[in-house]
């Protein structure tokens, strides 16, 4: 049962709403009004995949009760070309994982990278399926990128290591992630629409411009108004000017075209408890997702 009074952080559900998650969402309320994780399944009435996932994704925001324990990534080990014969002759998973990742990758592995890949097993603990979905991300993300070339392991590394430090070492934990990513370069995407950038990719610095406003919780209409605004002002795209705009906005608690439209300077409470009514309709859009 869910409580009819909640109290829930303006962050919260700032990040629950970036998630894109419904059955995070609908997990977090049902935990935070008191009920017991363990029995989150029965009574939302959410299969125990969906419900992994779910926890997988509170987790990754931080709003999990108990977070996982991540790798504590130090000095990288050494393997050696002998290190390397022998899990290929002793370790059949490791031969089956090594077939694997030259198959989507479409090209064969040289002695460094198998080194590569033999500290996804045994250094950083990645399970083979992991590591498979690990390199189906890299190379989707590569394709998004503009690349013709699918990634080295040096550059799948990077990524395994992060997800390593970030406690991604299951599927559910693996899926959770990746649903986020995507959703997130989808937002992205709708952007560069509204900024009318086409046939290239964003730079890094205006990435992380970019970033920043999608995870103030800007909507389209806002960014929308800023962009039309520093076009008339500047004769074009500037960054840091439709920055300071939106900076102005963030800080009055203006997120949608709305409250800017109607000059709203009061930013708009959302911590404190929840009626019954509101309960209400913020559960049927989390179920509707």
């Given at each position: 049962?869910?409580?009819?009074?909640?109290?829930?952080?303006?962050?919260?559900?700032?990040?629950?709403?970036?998630?894109?998650n419904?059955?995070?969402?609908?997990?977090?309320?049902?935990i935070?009004?008191g009920?017991?994780p363990?029995?989150?399944?029965?009574?939302?009435?959410?299969?125990?995949?969906?419900?992994?996932?779910?926890?997988?994704?509170?987790?990754?925001?931080?709003?999990?009760?108990?977070?996982?324990?991540?790798?504590?990534?130090?000095?990288?080990?050494?393997?050696?070309?002998?290190?390397?014969?022998?899990?290929?002759?002793?370790?059949?998973?490791?031969?089956?994982?090594?077939?694997?990742?030259?198959?989507?990758?479409?090209r064969?592995?040289?002695?460094?990278e198998?080194?590569?890949?033999?500290?996804?097993?045994?250094?950083?603990?990645?399970?083979?399926?992991?590591?498979c979905?690990?390199?189906?991300?890299?190379?989707?993300?590569?394709?998004?990128?503009?690349?013709?070339?699918?990634?080295?392991?040096?550059?799948?590394?990077?990524?395994?290591?992060?997800?390593a430090?970030?406690?991604?070492?299951?599927?559910?934990?693996a899926?959770a992630?990746?649903?986020?990513?995507?959703?997130?370069?989808?937002?992205?995407?709708?952007?560069?629409?509204?900024?009318?950038?086409?046939?290239?990719?964003?730079?890094?610095?205006?990435?992380r411009?970019?970033?920043?406003?999608?995870?103030?919780?800007?909507?389209?209409?806002?960014?929308?108004?800023?962009?039309?605004?520093?076009?008339?002002?500047?004769?074009?795209?500037?960054?840091?000017?439709?920055?300071?705009?939106?900076?102005?906005?963030?800080?009055?608690?203006?997120?949608?075209?709305?409250?800017?439209?109607?000059?709203?300077?009061?930013?708009?409470?959302?911590?404190?408890?929840?009626?019954?009514?509101?309960?209400?309709?913020?559960?049927?859009?989390?179920?509707?997702?």
């Amino acid at each position: 049962m869910l409580s009819s009074e909640l109290h829930i952080e303006k962050n919260h559900i700032h990040k629950l709403l970036c998630a894109a998650n419904p059955d995070a969402a609908l997990l977090y309320l049902f935990i935070q009004s008191g009920n017991a994780p363990e029995n989150a399944a029965a009574d939302l009435n959410i299969s125990q995949s969906r419900l992994s996932c779910a926890t997988a994704t509170l987790r990754q925001l931080g709003l999990w009760t108990e977070q996982k324990q991540s790798l504590a990534v130090g000095e990288r080990p050494q393997y050696s070309e002998n290190d390397v014969l022998r899990a290929m002759d002793e370790d059949g998973q490791f031969r089956s994982l090594y077939g694997e990742v030259q198959r989507l990758l479409g090209r064969s592995l040289n002695t460094e990278e198998l080194k590569i890949l033999l500290g996804f097993v045994r250094y950083l603990g990645l399970p083979g399926d992991v590591i498979c979905v690990l390199v189906c991300f890299c190379k989707e993300r590569a394709r998004q990128r503009g690349s013709l070339r699918n990634p080295s392991l040096r550059t799948i590394e990077k990524e395994a290591y992060f997800w390593a430090e970030q406690g991604i070492d299951t599927m559910e934990e693996a899926a959770a992630y990746i649903q986020t990513q995507n959703h997130r370069r989808s937002r992205l995407g709708r952007l560069m629409q509204i900024l009318q950038i086409r046939g290239r990719s964003l730079t890094p610095g205006e990435e992380r411009y970019a970033q920043q406003w999608l995870d103030w919780g800007f909507d389209e209409g806002a960014l929308t108004l800023a962009y039309e605004r520093t076009c008339l002002n500047t004769g074009g795209l500037s960054w840091a000017y439709m920055n300071k705009i939106l900076t102005r906005w963030q800080e009055a608690g203006l997120l949608t075209a709305a409250q800017i439209q109607a000059g709203d300077t009061k930013p708009k409470v959302v911590s404190g408890r929840l009626g019954d009514a509101e309960l209400e309709a913020i559960q049927n859009v989390l179920r509707e997702g």
